[in-house]
């Protein structure tokens, strides 16, 4: 059976050859399928890789501002209650929905799809389910970002020293960005059918 794939960068219909390791956009030239090898177990690993940086990142202070002789440490459950104590109630619901709910759900979705995949329960096509719906909504990215503009702009005011919750952060967020950008879900939703 023939296969046509879209092009995500300019809409071109493209017919997918027969088990090709990596096929190009004949308009673009982007990449538009790659086989991946041992899928589900590359999925399994980095998943379970991310779970473990994820809960030294939020549970752990991220860094220590010192200004004038006052020092206090912060991690991503501290902020978060901050807020809320501090009367932003909704906001902090927000910020924890997307900093520390939907990316602890997104990751544990797709440990839990290639397990299931892995050992052929039939529970892997929820779990491929709620990861697809789950991962537009994990942004401790947009959070990685926002904090090293912060720690760039008030480096000239106070002492900032990064702990290691920073660096687990990045880790996480690296492998998380590698598994949503390079294997997307439409490459797991091919290991169904098969």
């Known amino acids: 059976m023939k296969k046509i794939v879209i092009c995500e960068k300019c809409l071109g219909k493209n017919l997918l050859k027969e088990s090709p390791y990596t096929q190009l956009c004949g308009r673009c030239g982007a990449v538009i399928y790659r086989k ?6 590359k999925t399994a690993s980095l998943s379970f890789s991310a779970l473990i940086f994820y809960a030294a990142a939020v549970s752990m202070p991220l860094l220590s501002i010192e200004i004038n002789g006052k020092s206090s440490q912060l991690s991503v459950f501290d902020s978060v209650s901050l807020l809320s104590e501090s009367g932003y109630v909704l906001i902090s619901l927000i910020a924890f929905l997307i900093l520390i709910l939907f990316p602890f759900l997104n990751s544990s979705a797709l440990f839990l799809f290639s397990l299931f995949k892995l050992s052929g329960s039939s529970k892997a096509k929820e779990a491929l389910k709620l990861y697809t719906y789950l991962r537009k909504w994990s942004m401790l ?25 920073f660096g687990a952060l990045v880790v996480f967020v690296v492998i ?8 997307k879900p439409e490459y797991l939703w091919e290991l169904l059918d098969d």
Do not use: H, M, N, R
């Open 141 to 165: 990215d947009i959070f990685l970002i926002s904090a090293i503009v912060a720690l760039v702009k008030i480096s000239d005011y106070a002492f900032i020293e990064i702990d290691i919750a």
């Open 176 to 183: 998380e960005t590698y598994l949503t950008k390079v294997i």
């Open 36 to 41: 991946i090898e041992a899928l589900e177990f």
